[in-house]
């Protein structure tokens, strides 16, 4: 239920133990620092072709780097190579939903790279937990960010990426992380922030079903205060030397076969289908007593709290019981590691087949979850909390009806045809 997680299929898995793995590569097609390249550079070429493909990019506008080894490596070699050290940028903050990766800060205490090397800010959602684009508006006149960072980890509405482009001008440059959504809205399923942004970084593991690994898309070149900018040179150059060594070369090989299949009509309809189940759980939570941060879900995602609970209490139940969910912060929460708000996904569950009706019998197994939690902060008064959980009757009995309940959901083996 890790809205992150998901399951790679077969061939994605066997290209990622191949022997491709064993090959070092640094440098970019054509221009490596090792020789016996020529296959390597053939895999990375049609990877990179198959990405363009499926966002719909004009390779003659648009480039792709497919060696980032991670989200969060992929962010910084983007801050490098456009903004430089102690270049200014501003994102999402964490407790509103943003990523470690965007500049996070607790107060002026920098506990990330984002923050160390680079000036950053951070923007918040409002009081109904959507984007305060107002917000945006005042701190990117204050703070005059080179840099604005849009996209987010645990946030469940879609984003209007032509009202920040609006706010903050053509002459500051504008990235989507899109991480989590990345299949949705390569399926068209929601809002295309290539359209207006100049720079889009994405994991390939989550909802893309490929390894773990990252791709940096990002045009050619771009006017900024009547100069023509070098996107490629910088940003590539931001990879490698800038971060990288030699690149994965498995991982890329791997993630060439998960985009050949998300380019396809099977997974438009798995995209829609986590959508909606994404709904009908979110749905279900709040009829049950659940508060749903921003109201509902647009995504795959659900962000939500419930009274007399925190994330990190839930999540050990969980545990214990054979669900994986995981504690996380909402807006008034102070620490990341006992924070209020839950968040729960649907891309790994919709991956294994479930229904409608599948769907709300987890959400069944999620209330009876939350009842647990609740009784045991009952009867602990001052014991070891930690010792009632490992030794509940009701746990035992909640992780037997998991386990019976998702043995019928065996993790598929993705036997596509090329």
């Not at 991670?70 to 456009?82: D, E, Q, R």
């Not at 050990?316 to 807006?331: E, F, G, P, R, T």
């Not at 919709?350 to 229904?355: D, I, M, P, Q, S």
Request: with cysteine; aromatic share 8%; glycine share 8%.
């Amino acid at each position: 239920m890790i809205a992150s997680e998901n399951y790679a299929p077969i061939a994605v898995l066997q290209a990622n133990s191949s022997v491709v793995c064993n090959k070092y590569s640094e440098g970019y097609i054509g221009r490596r620092y090792y020789g016996g390249n020529k296959y390597i550079d053939e895999i990375e070429g049609l990877c990179k072709k198959r990405a363009l493909k499926l966002y719909g990019l004009d390779e003659k506008i648009w480039d792709v780097n497919v060696q980032p080894l991670s989200g969060s490596t992929a962010n910084l070699a983007v801050y490098m190579g456009i903004v430089g050290k102690n270049g200014r940028i501003m994102g999402m903050d964490l407790s509103s939903g943003g990523h470690l990766s965007h500049g996070y800060r607790i107060k002026r205490r920098k506990i990330t790279a984002s923050s160390m090397f680079f000036r950053s800010k951070s923007y918040k959602i409002d009081e109904e937990g959507k984007i305060d684009y107002g917000d945006i508006e005042r701190k990117y006149k204050k703070h005059r960010p080179d840099l604005v960072i849009c996209g987010a980890s645990a946030y469940s509405l879609d984003i209007e990426y032509k009202r920040i482009r609006e706010i903050i001008g053509e002459d500051t440059y504008m990235m989507a992380d899109i991480s989590h959504v990345s299949g949705l809205i390569a399926s068209g399923l929601l809002k295309n922030p290539f359209e207006v942004v100049d720079i889009v970084t994405t994991t390939t593991h989550k909802i893309l079903r490929g390894p773990r690994a990252a791709m940096i898309f990002y045009r050619r070149s771009k006017m900024v205060k009547k100069e023509r900018v070098d996107m490629k040179s910088k940003i590539d150059s931001g990879v490698f030397p800038g971060l990288n060594g030699g690149p994965h070369n498995q991982k890329i090989a791997a993630l060439g076969v998960a985009l050949k299949l998300a380019n396809s009509v099977d997974y438009k309809s798995y995209g829609e289908e986590v959508i909606r189940n994404a709904k009908i759980l979110a749905d279900y939570l709040e009829e049950k007593g659940c508060k749903i941060v921003g109201g509902r879900t647009e995504n795959h995602l659900i962000l939500f709290t419930y009274p007399g609970i925190r994330g990190a209490e839930l999540e050990k139940v969980c545990d214990l019981a054979n669900i994986s969910i995981n504690k996380n912060c909402i807006k008034s929460d102070k620490s990341p590691m006992n924070p209020t708000g839950i968040r729960i996904g649907t891309p790994a569950i919709t991956t294994r087949g479930l229904n409608r009706e599948d769907v709300l019998y987890v959400g069944e197994l999620l209330m009876r979850a939350i009842k647990i939690t609740l009784n045991l902060k009952e009867r602990a008064l001052g014991k070891d909390i930690d010792y009632l959980m490992t030794n509940d009757l009701e746990i035992n009995k909640l992780k037997k009806d998991v386990v019976d309940f998702i043995y019928k959901f065996p993790i598929p083996c993705f036997n596509f045809r090329f």
